[in-house]
C-alpha cells in the first residue's frame, strides 16, 4: 500500500484534524513511499523504533509521538530517534487524543467494551465529540470485583481510591493521566472513574464527592487503542501488523 494513501485514509478515520491538541497528529517523520507491515506502539522512544526495524516495519504508529507544540532541536536523543527512522526508511504516525476518543477504535470505548459496560456514551466534551466515555454494567460489581476485571483485561495491578458505592453500577473511563477527571465524573453521578495514573492532588476527590477512583496504569490504559486499530488495518486493508509491548510500570 502506498504512504501517502494509508496516511489520508488514517488522517480521515481518526479525524486528526478536528480535536485540539499539543501533539503533532499524523505523520511526523516521513519513510519509504511502499507500507507493507506496520507496528504500533504506545511511545516514540528509541527502543520502539529499534524494536520495529527489528521486525521489518516500514510505519510506526503511536500513540505519544515525538512532536509536542513548540519547536524541539533535533539534537541528543531526539536526534537519534529521528535518525533511526529515517536511516532506515520507516514513517512515524502518531495519533494521542483523537485515539483516545475514537468510538471503534479507541482507548476508552474499547476499554469499556472490554470491561463488559453497556449504555455507552460519550464522556467529558472536547471541541465537538468526547474524551472519554460512561456505561452500565448489566449486573453490579463489587468494587474489588471491578478492580480484578480491570486487571485481568489490562494486566496491570490496579490502585483503588473507594470512596464510592460498592457494588459499582456505573463507570466512567478516561485513559492515561486523567485524574482530575474524577470531578466530572463526580458531577455526573457515576459510582465509579477508571483512568491511568493517580494524583496527589486529586487524592480526597474521590472521597469527599463519593465516588472510588481506579488506577490502572498510564501506559496499560493507552495499549488498547492501537492494538484496535492494527486490527482494523489488518481488516481493511490486509497489511501485516505486529504490537510492542514496551511498559513503562506508570
Avoid at 536526534?79 to 482507548?107: F, I, M, Q
Amino acid at each position: 500500500m502506498q504512504r501517502d494513501e494509508l496516511v489520508a485514509w488514517l488522517d480521515d478515520y481518526l479525524d486528526v484534524r478536528s480535536i485540539p491538541d499539543k501533539s503533532l497528529n499524523g505523520l511526523q517523520v516521513e519513510g519509504r513511499d511502499e507500507v507493507r507491515k506496520v507496528v504500533v506502539a504506545v511511545d516514540a522512544s528509541y527502543n520502539t523504533f529499534e524494536a520495529a526495524v527489528a521486525r521489518g516495519a516500514d510505519m510506526v504508529v503511536v500513540h505519544h509521538g515525538l512532536f509536542w507544540g513548540s519547536p524541539l532541536p533535533i539534537a541528543g536523543p531526539h536526534a537519534r530517534r529521528v535518525k533511526l527512522l529515517l536511516d532506515n526508511e520507516v514513517s512515524l504516525y502518531a495519533c494521542h487524543l483523537p485515539l483516545d476518543a475514537h468510538e471503534e477504535v479507541g482507548n476508552n470505548w474499547g476499554l469499556a467494551r472490554q470491561l463488559g459496560l453497556t449504555d455507552l456514551e460519550g464522556f467529558v466534551p472536547l471541541a465537538r465529540t468526547f474524551l472519554g466515555v460512561k456505561g452500565r454494567f448489566p449486573e453490579p460489581l463489587s468494587l474489588p470485583g471491578l478492580a480484578e476485571r480491570v486487571e485481568r483485561t489490562l494486566g496491570e495491578q490496579v490502585l483503588v481510591h473507594a470512596g464510592g458505592p460498592d457494588p459499582v453500577t456505573t463507570l466512567g473511563i478516561v485513559s492515561g493521566g486523567a485524574a482530575w477527571e474524577v470531578v466530572q465524573a463526580a458531577k455526573e453521578g457515576l459510582d465509579a472513574f477508571l483512568t491511568g495514573e493517580p494524583k496527589h492532588e486529586t487524592f480526597y476527590e474521590s472521597y469527599e464527592r463519593g465516588i472510588s477512583s481506579l488506577f490502572a496504569g498510564h501506559y496499560m490504559t493507552e495499549t488498547v487503542g492501537v492494538q484496535l486499530l492494527a486490527e482494523k488495518l489488518e481488516a481493511t486493508f490486509g497489511l501485516a501488523t505486529e504490537f510492542v509491548m514496551l511498559p513503562t510500570g506508570l
